[in-house]
């Protein structure tokens, strides 16, 4: 059983930066494609951005190109979320996911392993 646990969200102000991280155990994210998410409640859960296997091919959703960053640490069995130039419209309670059956998928469904997720508030 997967587990992942998410850390380094907090409050900010626009304009400002956070790096989440995404600490994986009881299985090895090499073999994994991961992705982030963020939900705001009232609203269905969004994609922001995935990864490959190897890291090669990373994607985003509009809202965060150019301002965040998805990158992986296999050794460290890790996955980050560098944000910056972050604005009130990227609050959110932020998840990790992992996809073991595939590699980066833009879709929730495709994904088998969740974490609990960690609160991202941008002030203006």
């Known amino acids: 059983q997967v587990q992942l646990v998410e850390s380094g969200g907090g409050l900010v102000q626009a304009g400002g930066s956070l790096r989440l991280s995404c600490a994986a155990s009881?299985?090895?994210?090499?073999?994994?494609?991961m992705g982030w998410f963020r939900q705001v409640p009232g609203k269905e859960r969004e994609f922001v951005a995935t990864i490959s296997r190897t890291g090669i091919s990373t994607y985003y959703v509009d809202s965060v190109k150019g301002r965040f960053t998805i990158s992986r640490d296999n050794a460290k069995n890790t996955v980050y979320l560098q944000m910056n130039t972050l604005k009130p419209e990227d609050t959110a309670v932020y998840s990790c996911a992992a996809r073991t059956r595939g590699t980066w998928s833009r879709n929730r469904d495709d994904y088998d392993y969740w974490g609990q997720g960690t609160q991202v508030t941008v002030s203006s």
């Open positions: 009881g299985g090895t994210i090499s073999n994994y494609g």
